[in-house]
């Protein structure tokens, strides 16, 4: 927060406007005793001293910039283009939210019209929306959008190798309907669909890191009359097939990766597209190109109605938010990358982790469990994966995400992410870490 430099006359003159003799008149309602307490603080310290003190504090930290991070399960380390928080920090960015008043708000369309024009084309849907929390409610939302479609079946399919937190984000959205939520593992396209079916949800990869081919899940999915909803990494869809492609009625994402730091865990940017059929239930804001009378190119809210957003009792959801300034923050990563950087970037993610999981198997006692992945994948280790972690962190090493954290019977089982964000060095020295830790 900037400091105002307030003058002892302009101090004067705002408490004289106000119709108060002194500061201590404002504290009048207090009672007096209570006013003004003695506070045992330590004697003031110079800009210099704090500053010392902060960094002294601040380099105790574990972060991804000063360590071998190899952290995923749903917040990633990627690369930031300098100018993507230079733009989205600029005062007009910054200080703004969301379009009440939309015609007059017309910078802050043109940015939500552009990022739905990429995010649509990168996940191979018709409309994309903007936009929702983070990927676990955008997800949630998509499962309301179906049950909402289809409101006189009962059951939902969700994949076991979902992202825990983003089932129990799920199953709270659903606590208030009459909806049974089960598990299926291995292929959603035998995750036992039948006509009481209103949704089946397959992720694109899996938590675990297994990536499958989606189309026939889609098919399975239609001749149900179910949607098929895709949960999927945003940056795998810049390399392998975009799930729209595969047969996807919507599909969501988490949105961090794109331009957006890991921020201990928010704020993150909830993705979600769907195709046109589907585009009246959508919740958030679309955001359409148009022409005045003069012919002139200007943006607008579009394909909803206005209710949505002010009516509780007409709204399609209450639970949805235009995040916009993480929003924009995609926008200009996704400007910035291009047809080109962003390919460019899941093609290093991809070959990175393939040979961080190459070399990682080669180790005894170690075996790499997921067949195809993108770039997380797990590994199962001869010792406890937390021991692995609490030894590697002291070592300035990040190896990964041990699985018991959400499944206490899966001692020896570590979920290891490669982003283009690794050096070959720091992967080689994650192999040698492994080897010593494992004697």
Known sequence: MPFVANSDADRKAMLATIGVKGVEELFSDIPAARRFP????????????????????????????????????????????????????????????????PEVSQGTLQAIFE?????????????????????????????????????????????????????????????????????Y???????????????????????????????????????AGALFIVQADPIAC?????????????????????????????????????????????????????KDHEGRKGFVLTLSAREQHIRREKAVSNICSNQGLVMLQTCIYLAAMGKQGLPAVARLC??????????????????VRTQSFFKEFLVETPVSAEEISAKLSRRCIVPGLPLSRYYPGREHELLVCVTEMATKAQIDLLVQSLKEVSR
């Open 115 to 183: 990022y739905q024009s990429m995010a649509a084309e990168l996940f191979g849907m018709e409309v994309v929306n903007a936009s929702h929390y983070d990927g676990a409610t955008a997800l949630a939302e998509a499962v309301l959008m179906a049950q909402h479609n289809s409101p006189s079946r009962p059951r939902l399919l969700l994949p076991a190798a979902l992202h825990p937190e983003y089932k129990e984000v799920i199953r709270t959205y659903l606590s208030a309907f009459a909806v049974k939520v089960e598990e």
């Open 238 to 290: 810049a390399l392998l097939k975009s799930p729209g492609s595969m047969g996807a009625d919507i599909v969501v994402a988490e949105g961090q990766a794109l331009g957006n730091a890991m921020n201990y865990g928010g704020p993150f940017l909830g993705m979600m597209g769907a195709t046109g059929k589907l585009v009246r239930k959508m919740p958030g804001r679309i955001v359409g190109e148009a």
């Open 350 to 367: 991809w070959d990175k982790s393939h040979y961080a999981a190459q070399e990682i198997g080669k180790i005894p006692g170690f075996r």
């Open 38 to 101: 003695k506070l045992d603080l330590p004697e003031a310290l110079s800009e210099l001293e704090v500053l010392r003190e902060l960094e002294s504090l601040a380099s105790r930290n574990v972060t991804a910039s000063t360590c071998a991070w190899f952290l995923g399960a749903g917040a990633y380390n990627h690369f930031i283009p300098s100018l993507v928080p230079a733009l989205a920090s600029r005062g007009e960015f910054l200080t703004a939210y969301t379009p009440y008043q």
């Open 185 to 223: 593992s291995g292929d959603p396209a035998q995750a036992g669909l039948g006509e009481d079916v209103f949704a089946l949800v397959a992720a694109y990869p899996e938590f675990e890191g297994e990536l499958r081919d989606l189309t026939a899940a889609a098919a399975a999915a239609h001749a």
